[in-house]
């Protein structure tokens, strides 16, 4: 008898030993943590040794390995080098998160390879990706390549990103494609045009793309998101030094809401864009909804232009427009296809200091193509979206 009590004794022990032995890591994955302007999150997680694309990739293949989770960035001025065309490769169920934009700064001290990407969102598996609180930090080209970006999104469903700041990208800093779906919060893009270039240098803030094969009547877009695809909010952001803030082609449409925009480049011919298709013939932006932003035009300048709608339809209303010769210009496109040009325009409430309100350069019809008044039955999306009222 006393043979069985010490065997069952020394079980024990060796089980309770055991647990002293590996509670660290699991705790590692499990604990609970307070980060700025997120709140608190439970969930699997671990922290990257440094914000260099080797170290963050190894910490989301750990995550991604174990079934998802969210992987920290560490406080520090980090060297973020590209290699090849990616330095990381985020997928669905994965969300990266940094200490806040003046303490987690990812910076390219040089060129970056032609057509390289920060971080790759792969939303193939149909699971969200939220990336927040982390400074991109790009690299002004003296050359006219327009390629190097922050973040490209492709198809992810229900994405976030937040509480970032992107500076300096001479191509675009945010890219969206594919059959997305999500939320860009509480950012702020500067400068990411070429200062020392003019003319045609690129640096958009935000390009959305579609599917290139989406097309629904505008009001299968309007006010919609839950269940939608090629449908993105972009809410409470600062743009300035752009040419293109915002740009929308290949089927996207976008919603802009309560962001501002300020000091644009000279040269650019709107702020708010949506293309009427590339490369003559080609699928163009399906639209947009902007309403409750403030744009303010560079001063002294007449391309100065808050909307430049070339295709589509949606909504405006509601915005403050400061120094802007032209509030919303309508155009055409050569080769455009009959289905991108622009119609179903509603605009509205809209106030201006100075200039016109509409340039109809495209000799659309008004009450045909595009409406000076409220459209009818029209109820935007709650607001702030439910995105920003969840953790992870």
Known sequence: MSDVKSLKLFIVSIFVAMILVISPVI????????????????????????????????????????????????EGNFSFVISGSIGVTVPGGVDIFGQGVGKTILRQPSDPPANSIMFYLDGSNNKPIR???IFFQGYVKTTEDYSPQAIEIDAVKDFRIDHCRFEDFSGHAVGVGGQYRGLVDHCDFDNPYK????????GYGIIVWGDEETWNNI?????????????????????????????????GFYIVRHCTFTDPDPYNFGQLDVH?????????GRGLEAYNNTIVGAEGYDASQAFWLRGGGGVVYNNTMQNIWYGVGLYSEDGQQQKCKLHDLW??????????????????TQNVDYFLYAKSG???????????????
């Open 195 to 202: 200062l020392t270039l003019s003319g045609t240098a690129w």
């Open 378 to 392: 029209y109820t935007p999306y709650p607001y702030p979206h439910p995105l920003t009222l969840t953790t992870p």
């Open 347 to 364: 605009v509205w409430g809209n106030s201006m200091d100075r200039g016109t309100l509409i340039n109809n350069a495209g000799g659309f």
């Open 276 to 284: 009427g298709g590339i490369g003559g013939g080609g699928i163009g």
């Open 131 to 133: 990336i927040s609180g």
């Open 27 to 74: 705790s590692s994955l499990t604990n609970s943590v307070i980060i700025p302007n997120t709140g608190k999150i439970s969930s699997n997680n671990i922290t990257a040794r440094s914000g260099s694309p080797e170290d963050i990739q190894a910490a989301v293949n750990a995550m991604t390995a174990a079934g998802g989770g969210t992987v920290y960035i560490p």
């Open 219 to 251: 009001d299968w877009y309007l006010g919609q998101y839950d269940g939608k695809y090629c449908i993105m909010y972009i809410e409470d952001c600062t743009f300035k030094r752009t040419r293109h803030a915002i740009a929308g082609n290949g089927g």
